[in-house]
């Protein structure tokens, strides 16, 4: 009993640590936050802080990993088995846009993620990390079973390689989404349903359609 409070604890601590930092990333930039910074608005010493992370670095690349799992599981849970390639494939996109309208802070931190990653100093053991978590992602990649199924019964006529797609419609609906997100913050406003409407539509058509732009 008493070995499982611990443990619940050191993992209340690092959720703590993790919800700080994502609030003060977002809020002041990614080079900008020092650990201090993160341990006082966790409300946690810098002792605790070193028991779970050892470098800001590391926090970052965590918060990025968890983001990225946190989205990909959401919108995953959406297919069903029952429904075809198309199918899983449309109402998994839609989870999509709903997630950026109900997370946008996740989808900017993602964006910011990515925009800064070449500049940040990352250790190489980091960056190593990071490439495995991202080959993963790619080799396990959470469109491949409904874009797989489509092929399999037709409903996906693209001749692309299933993990082509799955790649070529993440980085499509992240631009979007992302560009989406940003407007709303500067316009204090929800996203523009009907253009992430269009959107998927278009993306929809070039996926499952036989025909391949020259």
């Given at each position: 009993m008493n070995e499982n409070w611990h443990q619940q604890l050191r993992n209340k601590?690092?959720?703590?640590?993790?919800?700080?930092?994502?609030?003060?990333?977002?809020?002041?930039?990614?080079?900008?936050?020092?650990?201090?910074?993160?341990?006082?608005?966790?409300?946690?010493?810098?002792?605790?802080?070193?028991?779970?992370?050892?470098?800001?670095?590391?926090?970052?690349?965590?918060?990025?990993?968890?983001?990225?799992?946190?989205?990909?599981?959401?919108?995953?849970?959406?297919?069903?088995?029952?429904m075809n390639g198309r199918e899983q494939l449309t109402v998994m996109l839609n989870a999509w846009v709903v997630y950026a309208q109900d997370h946008p802070d996740y989808i900017r931190f993602i964006q910011l993620f990515d925009i800064n990653y070449e500049m940040y100093d990352f250790s190489p053991e980091l960056r190593e990390e990071y490439d495995k978590f991202n080959q993963n992602g790619k080799e396990k990649h959470f469109l491949m079973d409904a874009l797989s199924q489509g092929v399999v019964d037709g409903s996906i006529k693209n001749p692309s390689p299933p993990l082509d797609l799955a790649q070529f419609i993440f980085t499509a609906m992240m631009g979007m989404l992302q560009r989406m997100v940003t407007i709303r913050a500067a316009h204090d406003n929800s996203l523009d349903m009907g253009m992430t409407e269009q959107f998927v539509k278009m993306l929809l058509h070039f996926v499952c359609s036989e025909e391949i732009p020259e």
């Open positions: 601590h690092r959720d703590d640590l993790i919800a700080a930092g994502k609030e003060l990333f977002l809020k002041y930039g990614l080079l900008q936050v020092k650990i201090k910074d993160v341990c006082t608005k966790a409300e946690l010493s810098r002792v605790t802080f070193y028991k779970h992370f050892q470098s800001m670095d590391e926090l970052l690349l965590a918060i990025q990993m968890q983001l990225i799992e946190h989205l990909t599981d959401e919108v995953s849970r959406t297919s069903m088995k029952d």
